[in-house]
């Protein structure tokens, strides 16, 4: 089978992180994979995401979308059809809202087939979208994501976000401590996301005024620039909270820390919490139907509500935690299998071949 995946940029996010998982995966199943890109690379994590790809055998292509440019969008669209005509794929999976624009504009008739992921809970299109898209096949990336959907699709599956071990998981140590200058016994607890106000980093400020002149300190791996995004400045003059931006090592910033973090208001179903389930790391997580969803799993906390005691109660509970990384990983070793890529990555060839024949 031929699958195109499109997705809006390879920089660090869940839906860039499911995509490299998923693509890679395929190709593991024998399938030729393509990845396109539409917007054009504005890191050095960009180079990163394509080379381990590439490694893995996805080819990529990016379209050089300038963001914010309107001009640049009727062109690469059109050259994302060329692009297209020429893979001829059987499959375009199209995941975030601008790349389900760019899939429905470049199927044709019955081939090649669109399907979309949701990966938000809900996932909000502008009105025409809904038009273009009214019968396209869609896998929600969560069951949160499936009850929640606005779509009213006919053809829709759940299929849970899953993750690589095998790209998620690493020896490697960053010393965070001596990259921010901390004493050797500071506690660190990282949170990672781009800066949307669902990720709900204002919490994060009312932790490290609560913890001030202690040994507690935050780290924020994700980075924010336009609209929708909070400015990173916001987050700087706390000797407490540290923002990292974004980040090609945050499973080696994990596995030096005490403690993942998230406090979101709403997820899908969440990549970096899935990631850090694999890296061993103790979990605090925001007290959310699609985190409690997921929450079975050894040495994972959830506040009662989103009140700052609560949280504090769960993180000071977690941070007792004295068991290593590799300890929590063994005793989470079954419980998290359900969220290896494996499993997705089939479900979703099943899923395509059903729909090829719908």
């Avoid at 699958?3 to 390879?10: C, E, G, P």
């Avoid at 909270?241 to 208001?265: P, Q, T, W, Y």
Wanted: positive net charge; proline residues 4%.
């Amino acid at each position: 089978m031929i699958i195109t995946h499109i997705t809006t940029s390879l920089g660090s996010g869940g839906i860039q992180g499911f995509v490299q998982s998923l693509a890679c995966e395929q190709v593991k199943l024998g399938h030729d994979v393509y990845v396109i890109v539409i917007q054009k690379y504005t890191s050095d994590f960009d180079y990163i995401m394509e080379n381990v790809m590439s490694e893995n055998g996805v080819k990529i292509f990016c379209l050089q979308k300038e963001i914010h440019n309107k001009i640049s969008l009727v062109k690469t669209i059109l050259l994302c059809r060329k692009v297209i005509k020429r893979i001829n794929p059987d499959i375009i999976n199209s995941h975030g809202v601008l790349s389900h624009i760019y899939g429905s504009f470049c199927r044709k008739s019955k081939r090649p087939k669109h399907i979309i992921t949701l990966h938000c809970t809900p996932e909000l299109w502008p009105k025409p979208l809904y038009f273009f898209c009214r019968n396209v096949p869609l896998i929600a990336c969560s069951q949160a994501a499936y009850d929640g959907r606005v779509q009213r699709n006919k053809l829709v599956v759940c299929s849970p976000n899953g993750v690589s071990p095998d790209l998620v998981r690493t020896d490697m140590v960053c010393d965070i401590r001596k990259e921010l200058g901390l004493d050797s016994s500071a506690k660190i607890v990282v949170s990672v996301g781009n800066m949307r106000a669902q990720k709900n980093y204002d919490n994060l400020i009312e932790l490290a005024n609560h913890y001030k002149g202690t040994d507690v300190h935050f780290c924020i791996c994700g980075w924010g620039w336009g609209t929708g995004y909070d400015d990173p400045l916001k987050y700087y003059g706390y000797p407490n909270l540290h923002v990292l931006g974004e980040r090609s090592d945050v499973s080696a910033i994990e596995n030096s820390a005490n403690l993942f973090l998230s406090s979101s208001k709403f997820e899908g179903l969440p990549i970096a919490v899935l990631e850090a389930y694999f890296n061993g790391i103790p979990c605090v997580l925001s007290p959310i139907k699609e985190h409690i969803q997921i929450s079975k799993v050894s040495k994972v906390w959830i506040p009662k509500d989103f009140s700052l005691l609560s949280f504090v109660n769960s993180i000071d509970e977690a941070l007792n935690t004295t068991d290593s990384h590799d300890c929590i990983y063994k005793e989470r070793k079954n419980e998290i299998e359900q969220f290896s890529i494996s499993r997705t990555a089939n479900e979703y060839i099943l899923y395509y071949k059903q729909f090829l024949k719908s």
